[in-house]
Nanobody
C-alpha cells in the first residue's frame, strides 16, 4: 500500500503562484510514475502533468509553460509549481502514483483563485 498526502492548496488572487506538494509513503517501488490531476466544480477530472522515477516529465497542453512538476526522491515528494493562476484554475488538485500496474490516489487539496 502507498499513501499520498497533498498539501499547499489555498486561496490566492489571480496572477499569483502556488506550489503544491504530494508526499508519498509506504511500499514505494523503485520504478514509479506520479501525476497531478484536478477537478473543477461541476466538471470532470483533468490530467495536468506527470513525472517518472527517472525524471522524465509530461504536461497537458493547457498548463504547459505555466505549471512545473518536479520531484525529490529523497523525500518521496512531488511538487507542482503553478504560476499565473487564474479563476479557471480553481479546483481540487490530486496526485497519483502508479507502480506495478496499481494506481493510488491522494485525497486532494483545494486551490481557489479569486479576487
Amino acid at each position: 500500500q502507498v499513501q499520498l498526502v497533498e498539501s499547499g492548496g489555498g486561496l490566492v488572487q489571480p496572477g499569483e503562484s502556488l506550489r503544491l506538494s504530494c508526499a508519498a509513503s509506504g511500499a514505494i517501488d523503485t520504478a514509479w510514475s506520479m501525476a497531478w490531476y484536478r477537478q473543477a466544480p461541476g466538471k470532470g477530472r483533468d490530467w495536468l502533468a506527470r513525472i517518472t522515477s527517472v525524471g522524465s516529465t509530461n504536461y497537458a497542453d493547457s498548463v504547459k509553460g505555466r505549471f512545473t512538476i518536479s520531484g525529490d526522491n529523497a523525500k518521496n515528494t512531488v511538487y507542482l509549481q503553478m504560476n499565473s493562476l487564474q479563476p479557471e484554475d480553481t479546483a481540487i488538485y490530486s496526485c497519483t502514483i502508479a507502480q506495478n500496474t496499481v494506481v493510488y490516489w491522494g485525497k486532494g487539496t483545494l486551490v481557489t483563485v479569486s479576487s
